[in-house]
């Protein structure tokens, strides 16, 4: 029974990670640039895409490609913003969430022109470890290790960069900030490209694990939103602990109530931490 | 008077279609202290955000020791010599004293040790901020904050630093103490331009004053002159 338990947990804890790594950036673009991305699960597809043409056609191996994907999405991310977005930014929350709404649709349709909506995957067999019962298959243990390592290094970027800081003073001041001689729009720009990054990274992670397909887009944006709500927003410990909570919710509620259940917990969740803790478990005032 | 360090002229500026100045003449002397005061929504703000690159002029012309900034960007307005102390001090919560002052040093390319070494200027400019360099800048009193934000505009090695309500808000012993330091800046060869809505603080502690009301120049010259005239004494220091 304990080992039942020790397996849903690591599961559970395997998903979160994953999870954190998909709202980190949607959390970060959210709570500098007030934006709510309607493309961060397009983002995580399309580099999942990529990873599984890389693999399929060029036989690059996922853990090579996630680095070029995630600059790559880098790149896409900073121009959108720097070109498109940056244009409307200052304007109230439904403009910009309209703008991203409609490159969403025009990303996702392209996709569908592109790739064809059929689930596809990168199936390595990298065998698995056992503990008595409790199985760790060692794609999915890469794949967290390597969805904490990103979320970690978007965390370093951010305390310790220049970068980092200029993104830090934008966030608590708009106006301050340009008076230090921060140039505001470029630090949007990178920081919606960070966003992207960490979206491509992740979802060159997913390629490892679940199979691709642009049907999930929504799904992978309700997972970003709701790890948003759980764990606050702006900041990468946030992100991280509401997305392992997340995780967490999703597989024990799995293993108690069906699978069928489990995706309905976290909306639930979200709703009742709206009403009693609008801030997040973990936000701090001046992040929410 | 020699040539000045900044001059404006014919200033227009406003906000979407709404006008704030309506041709602004202002000379700023190097080493000195010059004073704008006016009544609230006279523009004084909205002069320096022009001045400073947060709203861009419609019309007229700012240069800094010859060099033409109007309508440039923040950054570069900050990089040829204008610093801004904006209203409210705005410092950035969440950081450390050190942190914010060092954050008005973002656009410089200096070392470490230069860093230190302004640093340490700073906390003799304004002890108690070296007492307080690891505490969150914005717990600490208004006169504190108000060193605070001098000091980060003061890391960024301007030429002018303009300074927006110095003493809002403020007691009078905090007030004093400030003005005591903005002379020894000025000792140092830099130029103030100072918005003040308290005319006895701002006339006070400036060489020469600007009167601004309804977005123009109303009156200016030397403070004891403006202050001995009738009208700006009804209109700005009570008839007492």
Not at chain 1, 9 to 26: D, H, K, Q, R, S
Not at chain 2, 130 to 151: F, K, N, P
Request: aromatic share 6%.
């Amino acid at each position: 029974m304990s080992a039942l338990y020790a397996q849903v947990l690591l599961n559970g804890l395997m998903l979160g990670a994953l999870y954190a790594c998909i709202a980190v950036g949607f959390s970060l673009v959210w709570g500098v640039l007030n934006v709510i991305s309607m493309m961060h699960g397009s983002f995580v597809i399309l580099a999942g895409y990529l990873t599984c043409a890389a693999f399929t056609g060029a036989g690059i191996h996922p853990f090579a490609a996630l680095v070029p994907v995630a600059l790559l999405l880098l790149l896409l991310g900073y121009f959108l913003q720097l070109g498109l977005i940056n244009r409307v930014v200052s304007q109230p929350v439904l403009t910009t969430l309209t703008l991203t709404f409609g490159l969403d649709m025009i990303l996702y349709n392209l996709m569908n022109v592109w790739f064809e909506a059929t689930p596809r995957r990168v199936t390595l067999d990298l065998g698995r470890l056992e503990f008595g019962e409790v199985v760790l298959p060692l794609d999915r243990a890469a794949a967290m290790v390597l969805a904490l390592a990103m979320t970690g290094l978007l965390y370093v970027i951010l305390r310790g960069s220049r970068l980092g800081r200029a993104i830090v003073a934008v966030r608590m001041d708009r106006d301050a900030a340009a008076l230090m001689g921060i140039r505001v729009p470029r630090v949007y720009a990178a920081t919606f490209g960070l966003g992207a990054m960490m979206a491509g990274a992740c979802g060159a992670l997913l390629a490892l694990v679940y199979p691709i397909t642009t049907n999930v887009t929504g799904q992978l944006l309700g997972k970003a939103f709701i790890v948003c709500v759980i764990g606050g927003l702006g900041t990468v410990p946030g992100a991280l602990a509401g997305g392992l909570v997340l995780g967490l919710v999703e597989s024990f509620g799995g293993h108690w109530f069906g699978p069928q259940v489990a995706p309905l917990l976290g909306f639930a969740l979200m709703l009742v931490l709206l009403a009693v803790k609008p801030t997040g478990l973990f936000g701090q005032r001046g992040y929410e | 008077m020699a040539e000045p360090l900044l001059k404006v002229r014919g200033l227009q500026a406003g906000y979407g279609e709404v006008r704030v100045l309506w041709g602004v003449d202002l000379d700023v002397a190097a080493a000195g202290i010059t004073c704008i005061v006016g009544a609230n929504g006279a523009g004084k703000t909205t002069l320096l955000r022009t001045i400073s690159g947060l709203v861009s002029p419609t019309a007229g012309s700012i240069t800094l020791a010859g060099r033409d900034l109007a309508g440039a960007p923040c950054d570069r307005i900050l990089g040829a010599g204008i610093a801004h102390v904006p209203e409210g001090r705005r410092l950035f919560r969440g950081m450390t004293v050190r942190d914010n002052l060092l954050l008005g040093a973002y656009l410089r390319s200096a070392s470490r040790a230069e860093l230190e070494r302004d640093l340490d200027r700073i906390y003799t400019l304004f002890p108690i901020l070296g007492t307080r360099r690891r505490q969150d800048a914005t717990t600490m009193s208004g006169g504190e904050q108000q060193m605070c934000a001098i000091g980060r505009g003061l890391m960024a090695r301007p030429q002018l630093l303009m300074i927006d309500e110095l003493s809002l808000g403020l007691a009078p012993r905090a007030v004093d103490d400030l003005g005591v330091a903005l002379q020894a800046i000025v000792r140092d060869g830099l130029s103030i331009l100072l918005v003040e809505q308290d005319v006895l603080t701002a006339f006070d502690l400036a060489d020469h004053a600007y009167v601004v009301e309804t977005g123009r120049i109303a009156a200016a010259g030397d403070p004891d002159t403006l202050a001995a005239d009738p009208r700006i004494r009804d209109a700005y220091l009570g008839t007492a």
